[in-house]
């Protein structure tokens, strides 16, 4: 069941599941997640998306200055229906370069064994909700590795779980927090800011700029988003703002419990 509040908050079997929203401004489903996507990677022009949900995420990677091809598998075929009602997200349905394919994330990268991608990404549910492992696993993220580029990135939320950002650091020898997500890679992670400017200030969503720098407002928020980039080594109290190395991630979760498919992870622990 979907189900829509009059804050445009989304749920999805009655948790919460995005906004419908791209204002990178006036963030308020923090949206700047999928706008990072430049700050690590140089020319993302394959992605997968496993998840569409409101379609919000989709919209911002679909118009990424650098894409070629934006392919999304949604389980829930609900969906598309009411993104069609949302002005700022239904252009996603109609842009040629999106592919929307109906299944089971998983089940599709089996099925599709030769599809590879510059970066996969997963704005995944909370770490406690049921079958959350089958996206959060060991396993899977091995399987997902099958599926990346040479100097591929999987980008995906963790939801601030220590055994989710564990797992992941572990997998993959390359890995960075980016607020709730991490990116994990075979290849350095290697942070640009000076891309990232340029992205952002290039960055238009159905004709529209995203920021307006003759704006004081979109100057000051454009700074602020920029700045995540000069805190890689400050996790602690400011985890919420941060983004945060590999090594430190796996320093600070030490001795937490790597999610497998057998031992799924903390969905049913809690």
Known sequence: VITVDDTDTIYGGGVYDGKFSTDLVHDSNNVVRAFAVSSFHPAPKQMLMIGLASGSWGQ????????????????????LPLIERYPMVAGL??????????????????????????????N???????????????????????HLNQGGVHFYNTTYS???????AT?????????????????????????????????????????RLDLPDHRDRLNEILA?????GTPGETLRGSM????????????KLIITDDNMGIEWRR
């Not at 990424?64 to 392919?71: D, M, S």
């Not at 998983?106 to 970066?119: A, I, Q, T």
């Not at 190395?245 to 001795?255: D, K, L, P």
């Open 93 to 122: 349905l109609r842009n040629p370069k999106v592919e929307l394919v109906i299944d089971d994330g998983r089940r599709w990268l089996v099925r599709n064994p030769g599809r590879k991608f510059d970066v996969i990404v997963m």
């Open 162 to 168: 220590g055994e989710a950002q564990l797992t992941g």
């Open 60 to 79: 911002v990677l679909a118009n990424h200055p650098r894409l070629e091809k934006l392919t999304i598998v949604e389980i829930n075929p609900g969906y």
């Open 244 to 255: 945060e190395t590999g090594e430190s991630v796996r320093r600070r979760n030490a001795g």
């Open 124 to 146: 995944t549910s909370f770490a406690w909700r049921a079958h959350t492992s089958n996206l959060l696993s060991a396993d899977f993220l091995r399987m997902i590795r099958r």
């Open 228 to 232: 995540l980039a000069d805190t890689p």
């Open 171 to 211: 997998v993959f020898p390359h890995s960075l927090r980016v607020l709730s997500f991490l990116a994990v890679s075979d290849s350095p992670i290697v942070l640009d800011k000076e891309r990232w400017r340029q992205t952002l200030t290039a960055y238009r969503i159905e004709g529209r700029s995203v920021l």
